[in-house]
């Protein structure tokens, strides 16, 4: 079991930059892909970004490539999610995810927290 919270949400405004990060339980932190997705009002749940257990490989959905940023922690257990430039468009619900594997489909992951808000103004 890993349980995943998230926090660091918030407003801003447009072209600013936020911190989202994420605490995991358990001590395998490092067999997990950790990743960034996020849902806004209406919408299905969106992949943004992802990272392998040893945080050697990251993607990124392409519209925040060059914006956003994920790393993890091993010794912490813990992701983040660096955002800058920020659009009224990445306006939503942040979650972090973790599974064995990575993948963009929101579905093949196991476990999630709770949400953070990000809302951008224009």
């Known amino acids: 079991q890993v349980q995943l919270v998230e926090s660091g949400g918030g407003l801003v405004q447009a072209g600013g930059s936020l911190r989202l990060s994420c605490a995991a339980s358990g001590r395998t932190f490092s067999k997990y892909a950790m990743g960034w997705f996020r849902q806004a009002p209406g919408k299905e749940r969106e992949f943004v970004a992802g990272?392998?257990?040893?945080?050697?490989?990251?993607f990124y959905t392409d519209s925040v490539k060059g914006r956003f940023t994920i790393s993890r922690d091993n010794a912490e257990n813990t992701v983040s999610l660096h955002m800058n430039s920020l659009k009224p468009e990445d306006t939503a619900v942040y979650y972090c995810?973790?599974?064995?594997?990575?993948?963009?489909?929101?579905?093949?992951?196991?476990?999630w927290g709770q949400g953070t808000q990000v809302t951008v103004s224009s």
């Open positions: 995810a973790a599974d064995i594997l990575l993948s963009g489909k929101s579905s093949q992951w196991d476990y």
């Open positions: 990272i392998s257990g040893s945080g050697g490989s990251s």
